[in-house]
């Protein structure tokens, strides 16, 4: 195990270039699915399917990586994870049907699925070893990195065509993998205090139970993500008459908030602890998106939004490590497939109830998944100490 502080502060480095990489190359590849969707010659309807295909190579593997990363290592399941990340993401511009485009969305799926199991676990080990809950810095290097190549991508979306674009992140990736994957390779993973890594094949049923009550969380709050990402600034544009311009920032208002969330995460945690910090974030976020929601100003929303967003920020970092405490990298696995759940579940039912009744108030239901998250945080204040 890394013998010296040099040793874990360079794991905790590399490790942070994986989270911002895995998040750059993401963001870089969701800016030109416009630009596939054309090339492909999709509907609305078959894209959306072909863009499942993401989700459910992710949700596939999961599991999978999680029993991996115990028998190989999280190290070497991050780096190969890496490569495949930064390979795939290169594939849907060499495609030309609709079929063919969900297949490789598929691959990449896998790969993001992989990759983020992977360096979470790594990240939960080291969490573990250190001894402060530094988990929303890394997640912070994920959204950071999200919003870099988001916004790079949009600049250069009017130059580059989708292959050179999306080849451009493939070198990108591999760049990194090779530098940060070699300081990866060469320090062994600290030993993380889990019981349950003695007895890989079976967790007892309260760990199990505790394991899935953390993963709720996760789903609550990637539920939230993935409504603010897909209606956020529909509900600006159609319910409130906001110009295109001022809708598309509603989401980010949302993403900084909650980056500067998961920034200040780890001082949260350690002044509130993980129960207190929950309990509050969900209460925060629930506020928020009921301001977000129902107010009839577009500004009073976008501080609503803000504030979802701040209190959203760190109960995914927190539902991650304290699964991957308890249970390793099957903890992860579970947690983080049921955060992906919330994530897919999200925008369609959103949809539904929008149709049901109204935009506005299918919102709500972020506030209450977010409420939600906020009394199973307290339910489960003994298993979450700290």
Request: with cysteine; net charge positive; aromatic share 6%.
């Amino acid at each position: 195990m890394p013998g010296t502080s040099t040793d874990l502060t360079r794991l905790r480095i590399a490790l942070t270039v994986f989270f911002a990489m895995d998040g750059f190359v993401f963001a870089g590849w969701v800016v030109r699915i416009p630009a596939i969707k054309e090339q492909v010659n999709a509907s609305a309807g078959s894209l959306g399917l072909a863009l499942l295909g993401v989700s459910a190579g992710a949700v596939i593997t999961m599991t999978l990586t999680g029993r991996l990363c115990r028998r190989y290592g999280t190290h070497p399941v991050t780096v190969v994870c890496a490569v495949l990340l930064s390979l795939s993401v290169a594939l849907p511009p060499l495609t030309h049907s609709v079929p063919a485009l969900t297949g490789v969305l598929l691959l990449f799926g896998a790969a993001y699925g992989g990759i983020n199991v992977a360096f979470n676990s790594a990240a939960v080990d080291l969490v573990t070893a250190l001894q402060r809950p530094i988990m929303p810095s890394f997640h912070a290097a994920f959204s950071l990195g999200g919003m870099v190549g988001a916004g790079l991508g949009g600049l250069v979306a009017g130059s580059l065509s989708p292959t050179r674009h999306l080849f451009g992140l493939t070198l990108v990736g591999l760049a990194v993998t090779f530098f940060a994957g070699r300081v990866l390779l060469r320090i062994e993973p600290p030993r993380a205090a889990h019981p349950q890594e003695a007895k890989p094949a079976r967790l007892d049923r309260r760990t199990r139970g505790l394991v899935a009550v953390f993963g709720l969380i996760a789903l609550c709050t990637a539920y939230g993500e993935g409504a603010m990402a897909d209606w956020g600034a529909l509900h600006l544009e159609q319910d409130l008459g906001a110009s295109p311009g001022l809708a598309a920032a509603g989401y980010s208002c949302f993403a900084l908030a909650m980056t500067l969330g998961r920034l200040t995460g780890s001082a949260l945690l350690q002044r509130l602890g993980r129960t207190r910090t929950v309990v509050a974030g969900g209460a925060t976020a629930a506020v928020g998106m009921l301001l977000g929601s129902l107010s009839p100003s577009v500004w009073a929303t976008l501080i609503g939004f803000s504030i979802t967003g701040l209190g959203l920020a760190n109960l995914f970092p927190v539902a991650i490590e304290r699964a991957g405490a308890l249970a390793g990298p099957t903890g992860v696995a579970t947690a983080s497939t049921l955060g992906y759940g919330g994530m897919l579940l999200g925008p369609p039912a959103i949809g539904f109830m929008a149709e049901w009744f109204s935009l506005p108030t299918a919102l709500t239901s972020v506030a209450a998944l977010a409420a939600v998250a906020a009394a199973i945080g307290f339910a489960t204040r003994r298993a979450a100490t700290g």
